[in-house]
């Protein structure tokens, strides 16, 4: 499909182990977002990335979640040593130019379950 | 602190009738303001925006207004469908980030 596209859909793993989230953009999108979605929370923006530009990484919690975005398409957010409050949907979104106001597409999203 | 405010976490209301959620922000320095609706399982999509600069937008059954001097904006849908059961974000921009709030879980009734 020509939608944004997350892997995998679910993820449960052991506290302590690391776990990556795979985004794929929509196709030709210079931008891309993640956010989290812990219950009953709203959407936590985590980390952009727009074209080449360095990654606004304002976002994220703490240093054991990184991010990179491999050729300006793939990206992949890394948490290492998974915590049980890491445990949440974690939702990417792509938009064409990342310009202000623009619409943001998003992805069905990663659900995380830490044990 | 949040700069993004749904106050309701959930709204029902009959088939047919207006269904208003409400938003509430802190920065003035947002310009642009959306909404975004939500299935469960699904990613969120986008609904409708309205720039700083107006003071409502209009697409279809959907109407954002935009109350600048008292930093609220809100949704109407009309007339309400048993599609609209979601759950509905409020979300505002500034520069390149946008914050969302915390949604409201609309239950439209049959």
């Known amino acids: 499909g020509a939608g944004v596209s997350q892997s995998p859909s679910n993820k449960v793993t052991e506290k302590g182990k690391d776990v990556e989230l795979r985004c794929d953009p929509i196709s030709g999108h210079t931008a891309l977002y993640w956010y989290r979605q812990s219950l009953g929370q709203g959407l936590e923006f985590l980390i952009y990335f727009q074209g080449n530009s360095a990654p606004d990484k304002s976002g994220l919690p703490s240093d054991r979640f990184s991010a990179e975005r491999t050729g300006g398409s793939v990206s992949t957010l890394t948490i290492q040593r998974t915590q049980q409050e890491d445990s949440a949907v974690y939702l990417c979104?792509?938009?064409?130019?990342?310009?202000?106001?623009?619409?943001?597409?998003f992805g069905p999203g990663t659900r995380l379950l830490v044990l | 602190d949040q700069q993004v405010k749904q106050n309701s976490p959930s709204l029902s209301v009959q088939e047919g009738r207006i269904s208003i959620l409400n938003c509430d922000y802190t920065?003035?320095?947002?310009?642009?303001f959306l909404w975004y609706k939500k299935y469960p399982a699904e990613g969120p999509t986008f609904l409708i925006s309205i720039s700083s600069i107006k003071d409502k937008n209009e697409d279809g059954r959907f109407t954002v207004f935009l109350n600048k001097s008292a930093k609220h904006l809100s949704l109407h849908i009309v007339p309400s469908q048993p599609g609209d059961s979601a759950v509905y974000f409020c979300?505002?921009?500034?520069?390149?980030?946008?914050?969302f709030g915390k949604g409201t879980r609309l239950h439209i009734l049959p």
């Open positions: 920065n003035s320095m947002f310009d642009y």
């Open positions: 979300a505002a921009s500034e520069d390149d980030k946008i914050i």
């Open positions: 979104a792509s938009s064409s130019m990342g310009l202000r106001g623009e619409t943001q597409y």
